[in-house]
């Protein structure tokens, strides 16, 4: 199977599409790594290196992390993916106006088409707004600036870079309870008519530039525990575990792709409306599994979603359980196989952050621990390593957290590591 770069639309008469090499799996397995983490660090078979930039792009920081996922992809013949965002204080429709987000588009283009004539044959994909039908963004809910957006990366484009549209899955929109709502439109978000913005609306349509305006289409799509997050529930006898996090219903990834799932039956089926209906390839741009560990937690504890007799079963079984459930589903050689030629990508959220839904504590999606597990043999990351806070203000990885393992948790993790490096590896041997 071969698995290109750019739709299949656009990919003909392509001298720059990639092919995968022979006997690989048919789609790519992809990390967002922790900001510093030894790139090395991830197995070859990972092929994917996504970096966040925030515009404006000529930030020199912005520069020289692209530079240097630049360099990790180069090494290994891998795919790097930029996610472009706003920097901390911007704002969408000034960034559209001024042309302040064309001029970065126009700079990672040029980036990319330089890497590739430095030998980065694996491609280069510019991810613009992630997200953007969100609310915790400043460019959330702004569909027709959003779609502006996407036309202006359409005029700077080049043969080196391709573009993917990717809005946060769609359950819980339109997501009033997650930030502001200064930015809504509702005569354009509206989808239905009936006068109110609520779950009836279609969480997607609004927000999708057109077919000519991108070449892969996709999601953010976490594993959550149910919703709110931060109640404890009750099970069994009535103890409590000292974390939170559930394990993934089976089929749940696909469920929710292909507007399936049991209990959000409302939400539109991505897969067809966008995949099928448009010959564009799918990439998951963000998954991981939600978990907060004890040592994130405030002094006493912390009451969750897992029922457990011993409180310490947590140091060898909650973890991997949690996170290896979603795993499974997500980096699923099989169901690139079942949809050859319309996957192209699985990327895992390989950092941990606070989350104000949960705040003080702190959301460990971390599966890969590239970064982590790095600190603990004394090895020093390539490239950048210390960013300041403000590099990343406003942006995915604003309180991204740099955490210390030691005792059960470096236990944990490396069981985690370990366990997720197995899995890939049957199904992804490394070129």
């Keep these: 199977m071969i698995t290109l770069l750019c739709s299949s639309e656009c990919c003909a008469g392509n001298k720059n599409q990639v092919e995968q090499p022979h006997g690989a799996a048919p789609c790519l397995v992809g990390v ?25 792009i000529d930030a020199e920081d912005s520069k020289r992390l692209i530079a240097d996922f630049h360099a990790a992809a180069r090494r290994r013949n891998a795919t790097l993916m930029v996610t472009v965002e706003l920097a901390d204080g911007q704002q969408l429709d000034d960034a559209v106006a001024t042309g302040t987000l064309a001029s970065a588009f126009g700079a990672i283009a040029k980036l990319c088409q330089d890497f590739s004539k430095r030998g980065l044959t694996g491609g280069c994909i510019i991810r613009p707004l992630p997200e953007m039908n969100g609310s915790w963004f400043t460019w959330g809910r702004q569909p027709s600036l959003a779609k502006q957006a996407f036309q202006q990366l359409s005029a ?7 573009v993917l549209w990717a809005p946060n899955y769609g ?8 930030g502001s709502q200064d930015a809504i439109s509702l005569e354009q978000l509206d989808v239905n008519g009936d006068g109110v913005l609520d779950a009836q609306d279609d969480p997607y349509a609004p927000y999708f530039p057109g077919p000519e305006h991108c070449d892969f289409v996709g999601l953010s799509l976490y594993s959550y525990p149910p ?17 939170l996090g559930v394990e993934a219903r089976p089929n749940a990834m696909q469920d929710k792709i ?22 564009k390839p799918f990439v998951l741009a963000e998954t991981a599994s939600f978990f907060v560990a004890p040592e994130h937690s ?5 009451r969750g979603m897992h029922f457990v007799k011993n409180a310490s079963d947590v140091a060898l079984s909650a973890e991997l359980a949690i996170k290896s459930s979603w795993w499974r589903q997500v980096f ?18 390989d950092v941990a952050k606070a989350e104000w839904e949960v705040s003080p504590r702190v959301v460990d999606w971390r599966a890969w621990y590239g970064g982590a597990l790095q600190q603990q043999s004394g090895e020093e990351p390539q490239g950048v390593v210390e960013h300041q806070k403000s590099s990343f203000a406003g942006s995915k990885l604003e309180r991204s957290l740099y955490t210390p393992l030691s005792g059960s948790a470096l236990e944990r ?19």
């Design 32 to 56: 967002a790594p922790t900001p510093g983490a030894l790139f090395a660090n991830y197995p070859p078979n990972v092929r994917l290196f996504n970096v966040y930039a925030s515009v404006p």
């Design 156 to 162: 700077v484009r080049n043969d080196a870079t391709k």
């Design 171 to 178: 359950a819980g929109y339109p997501f009033n309870d997650k």
């Design 227 to 243: 919703w709110p997050w931060s109640d404890p529930v009750r099970m069994h006898d009535n103890k409590l575990a000292p974390w």
């Design 258 to 279: 292909f507007g399936q799932y049991p209990g959000e039956m409302h939400v539109p089926n991505f897969w067809d409306a966008y995949v099928l209906r448009y010959d």
């Design 298 to 302: 405030p002094t006493g504890g912390f």
């Design 332 to 349: 699923n050689a099989s169901f690139c196989e079942e949809h050859a030629g319309k996957v192209h990508a699985m990327v895992w959220f």
């Design 413 to 431: 993790a490396r069981e985690v590591s370990t366990a997720l490096r197995a899995h890939v590896a049957q199904s992804w041997p490394p070129p």
